[in-house]
């Protein structure tokens, strides 16, 4: 009898009833694996420069109300980066994912309640220099940026709330279920 959270595949329940050994023994553990490894190294790039600079994002943090900036910055960058460790590598993956998840979620309200303002792309010296210079651009880039960035900025916003959107259902997926068959949780017998 199938557990609702049992995801082995019963033949007698797949179209191609022949494919459940192919599901369950290689398809299934390595898109476990797969999407565990896309995430935590997403998660280590974004926090590496973080990590480097632990003090660069402190006015960031305090903007958005987290005090002391001095106590969260280094925290957002060693949480990012242990994170995306301990999530390429399944260990301790539901509290790290977890942990990441909060922080993605709130990098998602960020950019709902402050999206990027047109003008921070390219002022009017920026826009004189491009119809100066039009060798610097392809047409369709110049095209793009002739209204001073706005469409450039407003798909940059839609873009970082959809990924960061997407990075926190990924962790939440891990902290529901865990790190997969191939993960050092697994390998120690051990589930948190």
Known sequence: MQTPLDFTAQPE???IAPLAGFYNKLAQPLGWLI?????????????????????????????IGFHPGWF????????QVAGGIALILGFLTRPF???????????????????????LLLT??????????PEWLTP???KRLMDGG?????MLQHK??????LWACGCLFFAAFGGGLFSVDRLLHKQV
């Open 13 to 15: 329940r797949l179209w």
């Open 35 to 63: 999407l565990r490894l896309a995430l935590g190294g997403w998660l280590l790039v974004e926090g590496w420069p973080k990590i480097l600079s632990p003090m660069g994002q402190v006015s960031f943090v305090e903007m």
């Open 72 to 79: 969260f910055s280094p925290l957002l960058a060693v949480m």
């Open 97 to 119: 994912a977890f942990a990441n998840a909060i922080m993605l979620m709130v990098t998602v309200w960020f950019h709902m309640h402050f999206p990027y303002d047109a003008m």
């Open 124 to 133: 009017n010296d920026g826009l004189a220099a491009i119809k100066s210079h």
């Open 140 to 142: 369709n880039g110049a």
């Open 150 to 154: 706005a469409v450039v900025l407003e």
């Open 160 to 165: 970082a709330i959809q990924l960061s959107s």
